[in-house]
């Protein structure tokens, strides 16, 4: 396979795609995805292009590690998915691409809330504010919308603001239909404070 990946054979891109398959099938993604970007780059006009774009975004995608830690590849698979679907914007897989964008936006999300989380449970209120703007800014369109919304909540009313805290839990419960367990939660607290 060696021997037919790195020459000017007519199954090059072949031999490269499958390479990346089988590492992907290892959970090498880190590897999966440097032979993907070499098929990219050294077959521009390979038929394998289509296909070797979206596995390069699903490798980075899965070689992320959960929310808690660094998320470069969570950032990488967000820019090869796009990529891929301005290149190839009618493809049956565009649509999974668009999916694959949202579960990672909503993973970066969720690093960012558990920031804001911590900062919470340190009793650190304005440092929490600042990453549940975050959210509300950059992330306004995942569900962790609705739990910055209730960890802001929490904040004011641990600052005696029961108004705000109020309106933020009314909010919830009206607009976050997805998420029963976040629903229950602002219910309960919203009884709390009345």
């Known amino acids: ?20 398959k089988v590492y992907i099938g290892q959970h090498e993604y880190a ?4 032979e993907l970007k070499w098929l990219i780059g050294q077959y521009p006009n390979s038929d394998k292009q289509e296909e070797a774009s ?28 796009q990529d891929f679907m301005d290149r190839f914007p009618s493809s049956e897989l565009a649509d999974s691409a668009g999916r694959k964008i949202e579960l990672c936006r909503e993973k970066l999300a969720k690093k960012i809330y558990l920031s804001a989380e911590l900062y919470y449970k340190m009793h650190r209120d304005s440092a929490a504010l600042i990453y549940i ?22 904040i004011r009313i641990r600052q005696g603001k029961n108004d705000a805290a109020k309106m933020l839990l009314e909010g919830i419960i009206a607009r ?6 976040l629903t229950r939660k602002a219910s309960k607290k919203l009884k709390k404070i009345q």
Do not use: M
């Open 54 to 81: 979206y596995l390069l975004g699903e490798a980075y995608r899965l070689a992320a590690p959960r929310p808690e830690l660094d998320q470069e590849y969570t950032k990488k698979a967000i820019s090869a998915f």
């Open 133 to 154: 703007n975050q959210i509300r800014k950059e992330y306004n369109d995942t569900q962790w919308k609705y739990w910055a919304d209730y960890l802001e909540a929490l």
């Open 176 to 181: 976050c239909t997805e998420d029963e367990k």
């Open 1 to 20: 396979l060696d021997k037919i990946r790195y020459t000017t054979s007519v199954v090059a891109d072949d031999a490269h795609l499958l390479t990346a």
């Open 31 to 34: 590897l999966a995805a440097s």
